[in-house]
C-alpha cells in the first residue's frame, strides 16, 4: 500500500451580513506525528450565537483539541477529562464586563458549542481508518465512490432542532455531557472524502441526499472561496438555514501531504 496523507481545506462563510470577526463556528487541523503516536487531528464546533462569547470558547476548544493538551485519545474518559481542563481554563479567564447583563449572562449561562472531532489514523496496523466523536448535531460524512458509507451523528434531516448537545462552560453539565457523546468510525482508502461540517450545512446535504440531488459531487467541486460564498448563497435563497456555514474538507491521497488550507 503507498504512503498516504490527507488532503485538508476548510471553507468558512458567516452569517448574511455578519463580517468574519463574528464567525462563531471553528475548525482546525493536526498533521499526523508518527515519532509520538499520534494521527491526524480533525475538528469543527459550532459556538451558540445566544450563548456568552461563543467566538473565544470555540476558539479555546479548537486550540487545545489540536494541540499538545487535547484528549489523548477519542474515548470517553479521555474527552470528559479534557471537557474538565477546559471549563477550568475557562473559569480562570480574567474578564471585564461592559454592562451587568453580559456578567450575569455569563453567570447563568456561560458559554456553549457542539463539537464534532476526529482521529485519521493512516499508519495504523489494523489498516487504515477514524474514528470520531460528537456532541450536537455538526455532522461527519464519510463519502467512498461517491457514496456515503457512514455518518457521525446518526442524525436524520429532521432530528435538528434549537436545544442539540454540545460542550458547556459550566461544570454541572459535565455528566450530561459524557453520557450524551456519540462515537463511530470506519476503515478509509485512497479517493475517500471525509466532509466536517456544521449544522445548516449538515441539514441541507441530508435534505438534498434524501430526495436523489448529487450533492456530494456538488460540493467536492468548490474549489475556491469565493465559490463557496456565491453556493452557500444560492442554497440560502432556497432555504438553507441563514447560519454561519463551516465545511472542513479531507481526502485520502496518495503521498505525502501535509497541509491545512483555510478558506477566508
Known sequence: MPELSLQTVVFHEPKPGA???????????????PGLGRPDRLVVLDGATTAYDAVHWVA???????????????????????????????????????????????QAEGSFATFLGCDVHLLDREGPHWRGAALGDAVLFHI????????????????????????????????????????????????????LVTDALAHWLLCAAATGTDCWQEVAEIQHPRAFRRW?????????????VTMLRAEVAAGDVEVLVLCR
Open 19 to 33: 463580517p468574519d470577526s463574528e464567525w462563531e463556528d471553528g475548525a482546525g487541523y493536526r498533521a499526523a506525528d
Open 60 to 106: 479555546q476548544l479548537v486550540g487545545s483539541f489540536v494541540g499538545p493538551d487535547g484528549p489523548a485519545a477519542l474515548t470517553r474518559d479521555d474527552l470528559d477529562g479534557w471537557f474538565g481542563r477546559m471549563q477550568e481554563r475557562w473559569a480562570a479567564q480574567p474578564r471585564e464586563f461592559h454592562n451587568i447583563y453580559a456578567e450575569h449572562k455569563l
Open 144 to 195: 467512498q465512490g461517491g457514496q456515503l458509507v457512514a455518518q457521525l451523528p446518526t442524525i436524520t434531516a429532521d432530528g435538528f432542532g434549537y436545544n442539540p448537545d454540545g460542550v458547556f462552560t459550566r461544570p454541572s453539565e459535565r455528566d450530561r455531557m459524557r453520557s450524551r457523546l456519540a462515537f463511530e468510525g470506519h476503515r478509509l482508502q485512497v479517493g475517500d472524502v471525509l466532509y
Open 232 to 244: 452557500v448563497a444560492e442554497q440560502r435563497d432556497n432555504g438553507m438555514k441563514h447560519d454561519d
